[in-house]
């Protein structure tokens, strides 16, 4: 049998035709960048999140450039991102000219906590920037207090979190202006690249939704010399669709993620995810188990037709883009770990039992 690490299927049922017949009906309406369904979607994700102003955007790292641009961040400045994060929430520090700090997470969630942050903290920092990784919503209160007694922004990266809750809220919702990515396989995807900015502030919202639009104040009017980073109507159409179903589709992750669990605790030198917390939640965006063994274990899968990734081999702080930065191996010992040790198994809406089954037997396998 062959399992995709991820692929497509029509889950729940209907949902692919909604999504075919929602670009045919754009595209026949010839209004292509911006535009009402932009709008109406930036509406519906706005009560989907309990309120607050949405601004549709080219995609999550812009989305990233745009959060930290509106607070006026930039050079002198440093921003706190998890060690063992994805590149783009780190690259978008650096493109706005500030200086990305890294803090190792914490050793259960794998996400940044008060804890883990507090360290690294000098009078320089300006932001908290964690990621909501894997899918599994940040210690948040621990977070916005930390930021609070510093004088700190919190921006939350929501990329592979859309609908996860903290305390029964959307996260999204927390920090002063936050950002989510729709690429195709995010929870919440499109059919190609697009973003969202994210902030109950009126005036933040309003300066990100005239500068990714080139500045413009009204047509023809510039304020200021802006970008172009739109969302485009026929991914708005489809999230639109995508929307609607995304807790059912989080749902089914979550189904989909007890599986493994109760079919995987036995299994000898695997730790599996840790949801301890009662007020976090994980919508299994990814669901990433460690070994040691990782290597050969991602090996035998693959001879079996099991694909699996890494989420992420190489940590930013060992990457050539950030040399400059001066941390060497070592200095992030439970991130270097991560990256040795974790590896992500096939999880997606739709995905079969028999596929499923076929994952866990083979992992049974391999350590018998
Ligand atoms: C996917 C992702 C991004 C970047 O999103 P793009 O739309 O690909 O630019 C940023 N941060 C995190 C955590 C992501 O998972």
Redesign the pocket.
Known sequence: MKVPFFTFRDFPAGLQQQVENALVTELRKNQLILGPSVTSFEQEFSRFLGGGEVVGV???????VLCLRALGIGPGHEVVVPAN?????IN?VQQVGAKPVFAEPDGQSYNLTAASVLPVLTAHTKAILP???YGQSCELEGLLSLCQKHGLYLVE????AQGALYKGKPVGTFGKIN?????P??NLGAVG???AVVTHDIDLASWVRQYHNYGQSKRYEYAQAGINSRLDSLQAAVLSVKLAALNTLNAERKRLAAIYHRSLSEVGDILLPVTSSPDTDHIY?LYVIRTHQRNALQQFLREKGIQTLIHYPVPPHLQAAYEQLGYRPGDFPLTEELAANSLSLPLFPGMTEPEQMYVVEQIQQFFR
């Open positions: 080219g995609n999550g790292y812009d989305a990233l994060g994805y590149i783009a929430t978008a990621i909501h990784l990266d929501f990329a592979q950002a989510t990515s729709f690429y396989t995010k690249d697009g973003g965006h």
